[in-house]
């Protein structure tokens, strides 16, 4: 599952610098990284016979305590 949480962190941290961006072709490159990194997630998904409603939905509580351990 590494592999995919490392994927998922990689998404945010694009997501984030698309949002940043501050030109009209940065912003174009940027959403092709996106695209290109949400179809590896389906991928990794779909190797590791995971779908999104097999996934632990975590309250923002949750998530902060499982951060703090």
Same mark, same amino acid.
């Given at each position: 599952?590494?592999?995919? &949480? #490392?994927?998922?962190? =990689?998404?945010?941290? &694009? =997501?984030? =610098?698309?949002? +940043?961006? #501050? #030109?009209?072709? @940065? =912003? /174009?490159? +940027?959403?092709?990284?996106?695209?290109?990194? /949400?179809?590896?997630?389906?991928?990794?998904?779909?190797?590791?016979?995971?779908?999104?409603? @097999?996934?632990? /939905?975590?309250?923002?509580?949750?998530?902060?305590?499982?951060? @703090?351990?």
């Amino acid at each position: 599952m590494t592999h995919l &949480e #490392t994927l998922q962190l =990689r998404l945010s941290n &694009e =997501r984030i =610098r698309l949002e +940043r961006a #501050t #030109t009209d072709q @940065e =912003r /174009e490159l +940027r959403k092709v990284w996106v695209s290109q990194i /949400e179809k590896e997630i389906a991928d990794e998904k779909k190797f590791l016979n995971l779908n999104d409603a @097999e996934l632990p /939905e975590m309250t923002d509580a949750e998530i902060l305590a499982e951060l @703090e351990k």
